[in-house]
């Protein structure tokens, strides 16, 4: 009911920047909770960012500095904004959002994943 399309990932340099965009689409009547995610080959999916629909942010200690979260309620639109990337930051990148969808005449609430972006930082 609810697909979330990422885009911006690529190859960049270590120290470089990328900035990843997440847009919502579908029976949306809110959108409660956005976050990014990631997944290194042979490890957990971990949390980078979250956002509240109110503007409140949470970070992984290790990217608090570095990267920067910021949504579009308008738009249902996530980005994250990497900078000073390291070759550890090398992953899948998930997009996640949480929220209430209209289905008929019913209010549903919803959790949805992204299909991911391949972000890879070379040394």
């Known amino acids: 009911q609810v697909q979330l399309v990422e885009s911006g990932g690529g190859l960049v340099q270590a120290g470089g920047s990328l900035r990843l965009t997440c847009a919502a689409s579908?029976?949306?009547?809110?959108?409660?909770?956005m976050a990014w995610y990631r997944q290194a080959p042979g490890k957990q999916r971990e949390l980078v960012a979250a956002?509240?629909?109110?503007?409140?942010?949470n970070y992984a200690d290790s990217m608090k500095g570095r990267f920067a979260i910021a949504r579009d309620n308008a738009k249902n639109t996530v980005y994250l904004r990497m900078n000073a990337m390291k070759p550890e930051d090398t992953a899948v990148y998930y997009c996640?959002?949480?929220?209430?969808?209209?289905?008929?005449?019913?209010?549903?609430?919803?959790?949805?994943w992204g299909q991911g972006t391949q972000v890879t930082v070379s040394s």
């Open positions: 996640n959002a949480q929220g209430r969808t209209l289905s008929g005449t019913y209010f549903r609430d919803f959790g949805s």
């Open positions: 579908g029976s949306i009547v809110t959108i409660n909770n």
């Open positions: 956002i509240t629909r109110g503007g409140n942010t």
